[in-house]
């Protein structure tokens, strides 16, 4: 069976097709749509979703969320139960909990393949990453898209023709992309090519999630006299667990003041006692009433917001003058935002998600886009590569940096590029490669970013003259949209190699 996952920061979301062509949405425990992608670690059991978030103030320090945004950070892991998690491992729990509810509900299937979304800010290590969670978790991959392509299929209809270009502007828990998609084909519209694609991976509603528990944080020292600002290592259970119940209050009360009401928005915690989990009463009942006013928050968001509209309002988007924007992604209930995307584009035809979705299903659209893709093959994504890749080539007389595939380069099914090394010393019987993914001009190595993304070796290789020893590297994207980078010994044609990434 195919079906469309959509990986979030802070949902995860499956579909597929019915026999009728409509798109359903699988149900987890707690009969909603989405599962948090969430998880606790209870004493040798990994709980995921919303089951995890309610444990969460229980124990914070078991309790993993949004670690999707850690994807690229290799450094960054989470101990529990003896053993490290890092955000792929998340990802695989996550990933089996979809393929376990998915079983359930069809026992009669034997195996499940899926089209998964990743940001388009992802590059080929983290899609990598999430490819082999996806594996790892029993589900067959038919293609990673990237988000804002599936979000145009979710909304492709008779008024997006082939030429026209849509902007995608996706803001969700943890990450905003926003990519410009230029549709083509012939008669109905069946190409996508993402021509620009820019975001911010640690800019979502969970900061503006933060800027309302700030708020409220504030209000809670002034009710109770607790100081619970700064966060620290140093916190007993009791400490952490009063703080969570006021950072879940804040995201409560983001979604009520993005709501009908608007002006202000506010939510009854109880008293302070039962806040800081003091069973005896300690301060005469009194009560904490969180509030928040639309202009406080506004004016303590105003960075956040800046950032937002910088980032949207793009020198190639605002050049281009898209026919079509779409606004997606959770934090597509901010009317402060829906404002400022109608006045900036109104000369393009807007789609907000939330507008056109019923209930919690603005929260489906990527995953509707994902799932569309997983059943018409006729559909053709073109991307345009995000990041440089290239080799270091070190043997015994020095190393060089050889720039493979340089970003902005259109990756189309089956892309490959060949080249081929020799060596620069004489009768040399190793040649060492790193693979590397970067941006900026290797010229410049100072000013480059870049990240090793896997190495392989060959060794006890015949020795030769200067330049006679030819071993040739392939980078290739299958049709599922994963690099893989093969080099083979042109000199033994028995020698190849796969480099296996670095995990
Ligand atoms: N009705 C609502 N009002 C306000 N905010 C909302 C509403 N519904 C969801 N959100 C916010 O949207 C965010 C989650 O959005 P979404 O589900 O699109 O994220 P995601 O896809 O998991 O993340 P990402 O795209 O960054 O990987 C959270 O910050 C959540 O608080
Ligand atoms: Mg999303």
Known sequence: MNVGIDLGTTNTVAGWMNIFGNIEFLEFDDGRTYLPSCVFFDRGNVIVGSKAAEKAAENPAAFVSESKVYMDDRKKFWEADGK???????AFE??????????????EEKSFN?????????GEDQIRRTASALKRAGIGLIEIIKEPVAAVLAFNDDSFRPGDSVYVIDFGGGTVDAA?????????????????ADGNRHLGGKNLDEVITGILLEQFRECSGQNLLDENTTWGSARKKTRRIITDAAQELKKRLFGCSREKACAELGSVCEICGKKDSCCSGECFTAEISFDEYLSEADEIYEKLKELIMSEQVMDKRPEHVIFVGGMSADPYLRQFIASTFDGSSVIFAGDVCRGDSYLSVIARGAAIKACDENIHIVNKLLNSLGLICRGKNGMYMDPVISAGTDIDTDFEERHVYTNN????????FEVYEYNGDPEDFDNLEYRKIGEFVFNDINPADTGKQKIEAVFRFDEKGVLTVCAEDLNDH??????????
């Open 94 to 107: 996550i990933l089996r909990k979809v393929r376990m509810t998915l079983s359930e509900k069809f026992p």
């Open 114 to 122: 899926a089209v998964v979304t990743v940001p388009a800010k992802f």
């Open 425 to 432: 010393g004489r009768f040399e019987t190793e040649m060492r």
């Open 494 to 503: 028995n020698r190849s190699v796969e480099v296996s990434f670095e995990i």
């Open 180 to 196: 410009l998609v230029e549709l083509t084909g012939t008669g109905g519209v069946t190409g996508f090519n993402v021509i620009a």
């Open 84 to 90: 490290r998690y890092r955000a792929e491992d998340i």
